[in-house]
């Protein structure tokens, strides 16, 4: 939701009325705001850290606005999950890295596999991140303040910058889940063998008990 316009009592009355009908919600609040006035010059402005000038205020002006700025929190959001993800796998990568083996839990890692899973969808589904607004097919002349909009909040480099992380997460996700997989290998392997030996016991044992008796 991007409010437009309302103080900071009108915008929580307004979130109360929607919380009965919200599912989904997140565990943390993501905001992001920006300052929008009318532009001195007959263009419009985004200058860096400063308030985004338009030359009208439009609803299609706003509406594109409102589009990066949502998608701006989302990133935020999403940034955020991703850096839960890398502290959970770090320890596990420097026991790798110190001890030459590490204590794995596969449900543990298969939350992490999950967890980018979802970050993935949000990013490349859902929100279309990277996808241009609606508004911009009937206001050609738009397009100028879009871009301006995305470059100032990032949009495109950040959602490089997830896809990468997620890329990695999943490739260290994917091996330690290999591991697991061999010391299970290794464990099933060794049992088979403690079993064969038994086996291989008792026949010896029984083969001997036998010549004693006669």
């Known amino acids: 939701m991007v409010p437009i316009g309302l103080s900071p009592q009108q915008e929580q009355d307004f979130l109360e009325k929607l919380s009965a009908r919200v599912s989904g919600r997140l565990d943390r609040y993501e905001e992001e705001t920006a300052v929008i006035k009318l532009a001195d010059e007959d263009e419009d402005q985004v ?30 959001h999403d940034e955020r999950r991703v850096a839960e993800v890398f502290e959970v796998i ?4 420097r026991e790798l890295a110190t001890r030459g083996k590490a204590r794995l839990n596969r449900t543990g890692i298969l939350r992490l596999i999950g967890n980018a899973l979802l970050v993935q969808h949000r990013v490349s589904g859902r929100v279309a991140i990277t996808e241009k607004p609606d508004a911009l097919w009937e ?29 990695v997460i999943s490739e260290t996700a ?8 061999t010391q299970r290998s290794l464990r099933l392997e060794l049992i088979i063998v403690a079993l064969i030996a038994l086996e291989i016991v008792i026949t010896f044992y029984q083969i001997l008990a036998s010549r004693a008796g006669h």
């Open 139 to 167: 206001r050609p002349d738009l397009e100028r303040l879009y871009a301006r909009l995305e470059d100032e909040y990032e949009l495109q480099e950040r959602v490089d910058a997830l896809n990468r992380k997620l890329a």
């Open 47 to 76: 200058p860096a850290g400063g308030p985004i000038q338009v030359r009208a205020m439009s609803p299609e002006r706003l509406l594109v606005i409102s589009d990066v700025l949502a998608k701006s929190v989302v990133l935020a």
């Open 174 to 181: 994917t091996t330690l889940a290999d591991i697991i997989d």
């Open 90 to 93: 770090e320890p596990f990568a």
